[in-house]
């Protein structure tokens, strides 16, 4: 599985923040929801739509755009 068969980009769509296809659940969200100690169960059970591999996309997906920023340090 690939994060994009699991996330889109759509200006129509929270002002083109990425999103789970076929929902309005943005990937931000879904982090800020790990981050903040719930459970894969919990997510589910608020989320009934997502589903693991949901959840992996969203990983998959700030895990690349992380790789490719570039950090700039100013002396």
Sequence with gaps: MS??????I?????K???VIKG????V???LELLANGWTEA???ENYPQLKHEDILAALQYTTRLLK????????
């Design 3 to 8: 994060w994009q068969d699991r996330i889109t």
């Design 10 to 14: 759509d200006s129509a769509v929270l």
């Design 16 to 18: 083109g923040k990425p």
């Design 23 to 26: 929902t309005r659940i943005a």
């Design 28 to 30: 931000e969200f879904i």
């Design 42 to 44: 919990r997510i589910f």
């Design 68 to 75: 490719e920023e570039a950090v700039y340090v100013l002396p």
